[in-house]
Each structure stands twice: as structure tokens, then as C-alpha cells.
């Protein structure tokens, strides 16, 4: 991960700034809670935690417009914070309560809200980038204007499903963004041992899907990009592709040592790379805001966090009988 490059002064208003600056933090604070809940076995089976990659889902989101579509991986919590869930529904959700945005039955990776056009939380590996395309087909259809961001890593990217996903795109004209979150790994597997070229977006090349490479540490960037894409597919021209290179400080999964790569590499991007930081950066620097109002955010952020933690304790389990709602049979 190379280290921050500033070309040009931002054009964005303090309000925009402090705006990304609070969803960034809260994802990073939610997530840090969230690991410590883990750790306390509260919440149990799988965990993968967002930590370094809010700036890709919350770039993305300023780019979205009211009934827009999300669909997404297990690495799912960030996207659904973005897209405005109660924090404490996801929090209770995780811990499987009652209270959870999924009732407590889909946990870490299987979240769902159609109210927010939240469509999951999966965890197979590359299966939401077909059900994007589905859902992107259902709006063509609908001649109602929105546009599907489907997320996927670069792992994800060697399955077969996804090419299949980009030829039938392609044919019919999908409105949809295929949102490659490369944080270097695949699992443990750095993308230089998994991949055959050094950028996936050119995959889309062979089926006439045009797409680029962004800088997913710089929720600027994100945004621009996001916005070239929307507009590339509500003018009627068919999906795009963003791969974003990013990078996830945590493990895999909270069960995921990590030893595949050194100490000194992770604080090296968390120096140079940081995507708060760097938001931070630009409000101080840019006299947008002050020491004090940072920490003030950051006081409200964690205060939210708190709330949402205590709420997914004090929520009960589902009863069994809640086994047998919202089942098709």
C-alpha cells in the first residue's frame, strides 16, 4: 500500500468533510466493540471485522440516492452502518437477540433490511455478485432509475459465478456496480499468489464492461469515482467495475492470527494510509474543525457504541417458536 498522494485540493464543504469523518469513525468504533464482544463470547460463530476499509462503503454511499441497492459479502458491517441501520439492531443482530435487525437469526453475515435496500450478508463466497445483478435486473425492468452496488473481494474474483454475472450484465444492459473491495487478501492468501494480473478490473475488459482502479484509503476518491459510476449506469449504458484497493488491519475473520504477514507491514498502511486519518488531516489542516470538536465527535461516536453494545445485552434471544417465521415452507 503506497503512502497518501494529495494532487489536488479537495472541492468539499467542512459539513461533507465532518460528515465522512463521523461514518468513518463510527464503523471503526463499532468494529473495535464488536471484536471485544467476540472476545467475551457474546457473539458467537463468525466474525470479520471492517476495520481499514470505511472508506470504500462510506465514499460509495455519498454517491447513492434514496432507493439504491446494497448487497454484500460476510464483511458486512460497515455496509450496513453506511446505509443508515440502527447501530443498535446490527449490535443486537451479532449478538443474536431479539432485537437484531434479523430478529437474532442471521447474525454476523446474514443481515438483511429491505427498508434500507439492504439486501445481505452473504456467506458463500462470490454468491451476492449474481443476486446484485438480480436485483439490478428487477429495477431495469422497473425503468425506475437505481442502480445495484454489488460488493465483492478480490478473492471472491477468481469465481466462476462472478463471470457468468458479468457476461448476462453485460448482454442486458445492468444497472450495476461491481464494487471490488481488494484489501490484498484473500482469506491468507496475498492477491499477487491468487491472481494472475496485478488488477482485476481488466477482467471486465472481455465483456466490453468498462472500469478503474481506485484509491479506497481516500473516501474522496471513493465518492468521485462512485459518482462517475452511477452515472455511467442511470444514463443507460450498462454495469461498471471499481476496484478499490484497500486494507483490512484485522485478520480474516476474528479466528485469524494473521501470520501471513508481518507486523511491520499493517502499521506501516496505519501511518501512511489511514483513511480517517487522512479525513482528519484535511479538517484540521483546512481549519474545518478543531482538536476539540474532533474529540467531541469522537466522544458522541463512542457514546453510540456504547448504547448499542449495552442494548444487544439487554435484548433477550428469540424464542423458538421464531424459528419458524419468515421461512418460504
Avoid at 449490535?91 to 430478529?103: F, P, Q, V
Avoid at 450484465?169 to 481488494?182: H, K, M, S, T
Avoid at 499493517?266 to 494510509?273: A, L
Wanted: glycine share 12%.
Amino acid at each position: 500500500m503506497a503512502a497518501r498522494k494529495t494532487t489536488k485540493k479537495p472541492n468539499v464543504s467542512a459539513e461533507e468533510l465532518q460528515t465522512y469523518y463521523r461514518e468513518m469513525l463510527l464503523i471503526r468504533r463499532f468494529e473495535e466493540k464488536a471484536g471485544q464482544l467476540y472476545g467475551m463470547g457474546l457473539i458467537g460463530g463468525f466474525c470479520h471485522l471492517y476495520i481499514g476499509q470505511e472508506a470504500v462503503v462510506v465514499g460509495l454511499e455519498a454517491a447513492a440516492e434514496e432507493g439504491d441497492k446494497r448487497i454484500t459479502s460476510y464483511r458486512d458491517h460497515g455496509h450496513m452502518l453506511a446505509c443508515g441501520m440502527d447501530p443498535g439492531g446490527v449490535m443486537a443482530e451479532l449478538t443474536g437477540r431479539i432485537g437484531g435487525l434479523s430478529k437474532g437469526k442471521g447474525g454476523s453475515m446474514h443481515m438483511f433490511s429491505k427498508e434500507k435496500h439492504f439486501y445481505g450478508g452473504h456467506g458463500i463466497v462470490g454468491a451476492q455478485v449474481p443476486l446484485g445483478a438480480g436485483l439490478a435486473f428487477a429495477d431495469k425492468y422497473k425503468e425506475n432509475g437505481r442502480v445495484t452496488f454489488t460488493y465483492f473481494g478480490d478473492g471472491a474474483a477468481n469465481q466462476g459465478q462472478v463471470y457468468e454475472t458479468f457476461n448476462m450484465a453485460a448482454i442486458w444492459g445492468l444497472p450495476v456496480i461491481f464494487v471490488i473491495e481488494n484489501n490484498q487478501y484473500a482469506m491468507g492468501t496475498a492477491q499477487s499468489r491468487s491472481t494472475s494480473t496485478k488488477d482485476i478490473f481488466h477482467r471486465g475488459e472481455a465483456f466490453g464492461i468498462p472500469g478503474e482502479i481506485v484509491n479506497g484509503m481516500d473516501v474522496l476518491a471513493v465518492k468521485e469515482a462512485g459518482e462517475k459510476a452511477v452515472a455511467h449506469c442511470r444514463a443507460g449504458k450498462g454495469p461498471y467495475i471499481l476496484e478499490i484497493k484497500t486494507y483490512r488491519y484485522r485478520g480474516h475473520s476474528m479466528s485469524d492470527p494473521a501470520k501471513y504477514r508481518t507486523r511491520e507491514e499493517v502499521q506501516k498502511v496505519r501511518e501512511q494510509s489511514d483513511p480517517i486519518e487522512h479525513v482528519r488531516e484535511l479538517l484540521l489542516t483546512g481549519k474545518h474543525a478543531t482538536e476539540d470538536d474532533l474529540k467531541a465527535i469522537d466522544k458522541e461516536i463512542k457514546e453510540i457504541v456504547n448504547q448499542a453494545a449495552e442494548f444487544s445485552k439487554e435484548s433477550p434471544e428469540p424464542s423458538v417458536e421464531e424459528l419458524w417465521t419468515d421461512i418460504y415452507a
